[in-house]
């Protein structure tokens, strides 16, 4: 007997091995943290240990509570989503400094797990759209501790300044509590699979902070780090980046510094995959359609927008992805804009893009081209008890890419995915692989008609919906997918073949990452036409086999 508990020896080593066992087989059985994998120059996104494509939907800013999120999950589900993007509020979770409160956090979670959503959660801290507003009171209310920005006049401003270190110690205080929070109840099921630090942050109403503090750093050198990594000559703010962007760049110096510090910390407490999102503008993006696009006025100053990732990716090393929102973007500015943002040193996620169809365009073009991880729509919970009408195509989008998800993975990876995407002028497009050429044919389809440009002009003419993913599966064989358009197919030139011809057409679906063909055989093919598919309004996934002669 052991003197301490009374308690066999033998059966108390018995228990310890068998507890030890256990602890071993749960931890062995831990699904795996989401992960970004970069081979051969491209980036997958791992979930559960297996490739996953985001396909999301971002709630309105002021969505996330228990009562409006429930309203929300058949939204969701019709949109053929599989994750749902929400923010956590500061001002919500800790009311008074130091005291924490996740119950709404607890109770909005478990709803995404229950639903089978998996969640990128956003964090609403020191700044949201340029300002402060989700900052609590006690932080809002105290200026002389949490100082906000000055304008040019002297003015403070609804901005909390990126020089406060107390600020960025509370903010910083409440998102590791918050990430502790989430790995404990979280880990086991891993429902959350990234996260957003801050968001759209900056300054809206000044390009820079003015107050004493700053003018002095401003009027110092650039801190030589910045300038070794960005391979400048040393100098002032002004010699180093030129007038025109020093005080831009100035602003983004600061606050990508301050945010990585919290997504450092974050990830120290609990490693998921963190990135920063970007409200558009300046350097000819056209954000702004009817203003100025300077930093400040039309777009908050220093965030990670498009002529300032070479300095963000120099300074915010533990933000593994910038992103820019284009959700109000015409698709030619939203290739434009997103091309940017596709580097060697920056996965392409897209978490606010798609609304409309000029966003279900954009979702297939970001898939093939840049190749997204993800993609994302805002306001999804918008309206009434039924998805708005806004988000139908993406969600069709979404309802062929899930039912195609591993092979378009793959296709992403070996580089062989293509897309073809109409719009108002272009009424086909040729793609062309080792062995094929194909011709994509747009159709005209009944949609959306887009307004007239003028009263009593012409009658509208429907929105342009032909969009079509095409991937080489194997060197005669292919997956079609797509709306509203018909693929024709012959060799490609130089290849000594003239014609090719059918040997199979199934239409299907993959389940479990294995095709089920739903319908066989159908060919297209006349007697002196190439081979041909074609692609309902509805949407549609095939997979052809061929030969060439």
Known sequence: MTRATGFPLRKTIRLALVLAAAASLAFAQAKPIPQLVKKGGKFTFMVDGKPFLILGGQVNNDGAFPDRMERSWSKFKAMSMNTVEYPVYWNEIEREEGKFDFSDFDQ??????????????????????????WAPNWVKSDVARFPRVLDSGGK??????????????ADKKAYVAMMTHLRQVDEADRTVVMMQVENESGLLGSVRDYSAESNKLFNGPVPASLVTALK?????????????????SFTAYYLSSFINEIAKAGKQVYPLVAYVNAWEGGEDTADAFDSFDRAGESYPSGGPVSHMLDLWKATAPDIDILSADTSVQPFVNFRMINARYVRPDNPYWSPEAGRTMSGARAFFYALAEYPAIGFGAYGVDSGGAELEARFVDLGADYRLVNAAMPAIVDLQAAGKLKAAIADD????????????????????APGAPTPSPTPGGPPPSPAPAARVLVGELGPDEFLIMGFNAAVDIRPTVGSGFTAAQFLQVDEGVYENGVWKTTNRGRTYQGSYTPPSVSLPAQGAIFRVKLMRY
Not at 114 to 127: E, H, I, P, S, Y
Not at 425 to 444: P, Q, T
Request: net charge positive; aromatic share 12%.
């Open 108 to 133: 909005i979670l478990r709803r995404a797990r229950a639903q089978d959503f998996r969640v990128v959660m956003l964090w609403f801290g020191t700044w949201k759209n340029g300002a402060m507003d």
């Open 156 to 169: 403070p401003i609804r901005v909390l300044s990126p020089h406060s270190r107390a600020t960025l110690e």
């Open 232 to 248: 400048k000559k040393p100098g002032t703010w002004t010699e180093v980046f030129g007038s025109r962007l020093a005080e831009e």
């Open 425 to 444: 002028v272009i009424r086909g497009k040729n793609l062309i692989f080792d062995r094929y050429h194909l011709l994509v044919r747009f159709l005209a």
